[in-house]
């Protein structure tokens, strides 16, 4: 008997590095639950699922569909907080894991570029990692705000003045 955690680690695509990187998020997702506060569990399980969904949907059939990918917008808009400047990823260890999440997905939007260079690749699975990314980003301003938790500007010495 043959020990596999995932029956495609031996390839040598970018793909399986692709669902090794959502496998990642969906589960930092899973351990972020536990310390996030202020933000509806039903749709951070429901961006669980659509990270698993989004998973198999370069090898498979794709999953993300119109109705899903608004939904994902609509929760956007829900937990926008308005914002002007560069925060640094810090303040309540629930903001603090979102902040992690929304780093990851932007490390899934590379791997996507990379699997494009060998195959098509949906569009919307590309708008979606790039929306996730903000969307936990907004979370992540959301739930500092509602802890009382004030965000902290990053002045960068590489860009601007």
């Known amino acids: 008997m043959g020990y596999c955690a995932y029956s495609f680690l ?3 695509s970018s793909q399986c590095d692709y669902e090794i990187a959502t ?3 969906a589960s930092f997702l899973g351990l972020a639950m536990h310390y996030i506060k202020h933000i ?3 749709d951070l399980l429901f961006l669980c699922e659509t990270i698993y969904h989004a998973n198999g949907s370069i090898r498979g ?3 993300i569909d119109e109705e899903r990918f ?3 917008e609509a929760l956007y808009k829900k937990y926008e907080v308005l914002y002007k400047e560069f925060y640094l990823p810090v303040g309540c260890i629930g903001a603090s894991y979102l902040h992690v999440l929304r780093s990851e997905c932007k490390n899934i939007v590379r791997w996507i570029v990379k699997i494009q260079k060998e195959k098509e690749v949906d569009k919307k ?3 979606l990692f790039n929306l996730l990314s903000n969307l936990f980003f907004v979370m992540a301003l959301y739930e500092n705000k509602n802890e009382n938790t004030e965000e902290l500007i990053f002045q960068s ?3 601007g003045n």
């Open 10 to 12: 031996d390839e040598v």
């Open 23 to 25: 496998d990642r998020l």
């Open 40 to 42: 509806d569990k039903e």
């Open 61 to 63: 059939k794709n999953a």
């Open 70 to 72: 608004k939904k994902v």
């Open 125 to 127: 699975i590309y708008e």
């Open 157 to 159: 010495l590489s860009y």
